[in-house]
């Protein structure tokens, strides 16, 4: 996205990222039949049930769909709108993987997967 506005720039159109955090959808629903085939499983199950366990945690603080609609809407009636719009539960962690290095962000992320290891 960031190559594409600046190659439409000079055609006078403007490119806006949405960047939403956890939002409150069906996801979990979706996903569930896959989770629970997941942690069946002897390499992923262990790994899977310590996402589950963080995932139901960090859902609870989920934001409303109406946030992400919202904030496309300030974006598109904007007469110069930012080149990003983060919104929603935890949409910060989406810039904080742009500015840690790599090594450091997978440090984190494996650390959240593992916090409930037996």
């Known amino acids: 996205s960031d190559a594409l506005r600046l190659e ?3 055609f006078g159109l ?5 960047e939403p955090g956890l939002i409150a959808t069906n996801f979990g629903e ?9 942690l ?7 790994m899977m049930r310590n996402v589950r366990a963080g ?16 904030t496309i809407e300030n974006a598109l009636t904007k007469p110069k709108p930012a080149a990003r719009y983060r919104c929603g539960h935890q949409a ?3 810039l904080a993987s742009e500015l840690l290095p790599t090594s450091i962000w997978d440090r984190l992320i494996s650390a959240q997967m593992l916090q409930n290891a037996d």
């Not at 069946?40 to 262990?46: D, F, L, R, T, V």
């Not at 995932?55 to 919202?70: F, H, K, T």
């Open 30 to 38: 979706i996903a569930f039949p896959s989770m629970q085939k997941a």
């Open 92 to 94: 910060i962690s989406v």
């Open 55 to 70: 995932w139901e945690r960090v859902y609870q603080g989920a934001s409303s769909p109406l946030l992400v609609a919202q």
């Open 40 to 46: 069946e499983c002897n390499i992923y199950g262990k």
């Open 14 to 18: 403007q490119v806006v990222i949405v």
């Open 8 to 10: 439409l720039k000079s």
